[in-house]
């Protein structure tokens, strides 16, 4: 695209990335340093996540954006919103929160403006040819097991609020450029999609024999995030059906 500019380097590569992020207005970090639990993934990505905020301010950038996860609500509650207090119970959320914390203290130290996104599971295809894709392994192994032919079972009335990755960029882009924006926004659908479904729409896209089983679930009711200020913001509801049955074409086209 004309006026964009492609840097390639490493997250902790700090002085490329602090050259990156001169006369910027905006950072919008959304990388993850993936790793063995206990020292790669909560030390050092924390650590990099913490002086990439430093270094942003530093250099003068007005805004930081940083892509956290709904993780960091865990364990969930019947009903959760922005307004809840941060509590984790694995290190992926605990990594995440910490990143928040400490975007929070980079702003607090010089002056500027942070906004956090809290994505839930993230679906749809790659962006293009050749683009990151990652799943949640649930909808991963479901896929498998139907491409197998084997029984795909999944708890009774358990399910989760997604989130479109379209509607994660889209969301990202109008945050960078609000002018006074909350400080936190959940970033999911409003309405919660079941592993049934799921399931059955997996079956149906592989073209598998396989059947569905349902088993008894120890989730009820099913815990929700209100999506209110996502939905004022955006102007309407957030729907990722046909974000997750494009997503799971991906899969089948991958794991074949």
């Given at each position: 695209?004309?006026?964009?500019?492609?840097?390639?380097?490493?997250?902790?590569?700090?002085?490329?990335?602090?050259?990156?992020?001169?006369?910027?207005?905006?950072?919008?970090?959304?990388?993850?340093?993936?790793?063995?639990?206990?020292?790669?993934?909560?030390?050092?990505?924390?650590?990099?996540?913490?002086?990439?905020?430093?270094?942003?301010?530093?250099?003068?950038?007005?805004?930081?954006?940083?892509?956290?996860?709904?993780?960091?609500?865990?364990?969930?509650?019947?009903?959760?919103?922005?307004e809840d207090r941060l509590t984790?119970?694995?290190?992926?959320?605990?990594?995440?929160?910490?990143?928040?914390?400490?975007?929070?203290?980079?702003?607090?130290?010089?002056?500027?403006?942070?906004?956090?996104?809290?994505?839930?599971?993230?679906?749809?295809?790659?962006?293009?040819?050749?683009?990151?894709?990652?799943?949640?392994?649930?909808?991963?192994?479901?896929?498998?097991?139907?491409?197998?032919?084997?029984p795909v079972e999944v708890p009774?009335?358990?399910?989760?609020?997604?989130?479109?990755?379209?509607?994660?960029?889209?969301?990202?882009?109008?945050?960078?450029?609000?002018?006074?924006?909350?400080?936190?926004?959940?970033?999911?659908?409003?309405?919660?999609?079941?592993?049934?479904?799921?399931?059955?729409?997996?079956?149906?896209?592989?073209?598998?024999?396989?059947?569905?089983?349902?088993?008894?679930?120890?989730?009820e009711p099913i815990p929700r995030?209100?999506?209110?200020?996502?939905?004022?913001?955006?102007?309407?509801?957030?729907?990722?059906?046909?974000?997750?049955?494009?997503?799971?074409?991906?899969?089948?086209?991958?794991?074949?």
């Open positions: 695209m004309p006026g964009l500019t492609i840097v390639t380097a490493g997250l902790e590569e700090r002085k490329c990335i602090t050259q990156a992020l001169e006369g910027q207005d905006v950072c919008v970090h959304a990388a993850l340093l993936w790793g063995e639990i206990g020292t790669e993934l909560e030390m050092r990505d924390t650590a990099v996540a913490a002086q990439l905020f430093d270094d942003a301010g530093r250099a003068g950038v007005r805004r930081c954006m940083f892509i956290s996860s709904a993780a960091v609500h865990r364990p969930f509650a019947l009903e959760m919103s922005e984790t119970t694995d290190y992926y959320g605990a990594t995440k929160a910490a990143g928040e914390i400490f975007l929070r203290a980079a702003c607090a130290t010089h002056s500027i403006k942070g906004v956090v996104i809290r994505p839930g599971p993230v679906v749809g295809p790659p962006a293009f040819a050749g683009a990151s894709f990652r799943s949640d392994q649930c909808i991963a192994n479901m896929v498998t097991a139907a491409i197998q032919a084997r009774s009335g358990d399910g989760r609020q997604f989130c479109d990755v379209a509607v994660l960029a889209k969301l990202t882009r109008v945050l960078a450029c609000l002018e006074n924006p909350e400080s936190t926004y959940v970033c999911v659908d409003s309405e919660v999609l079941t592993w049934e479904w799921i399931a059955r729409q997996i079956v149906a896209c592989v073209n598998s024999t396989s059947e569905v089983r349902i088993v008894p679930s120890k989730q995030f209100l999506t209110q200020r996502i939905a004022q913001l955006l102007g309407g509801s957030m729907d990722s059906r046909d974000a997750l049955v494009a997503h799971i074409q991906t899969l089948v086209q991958a794991l074949r």
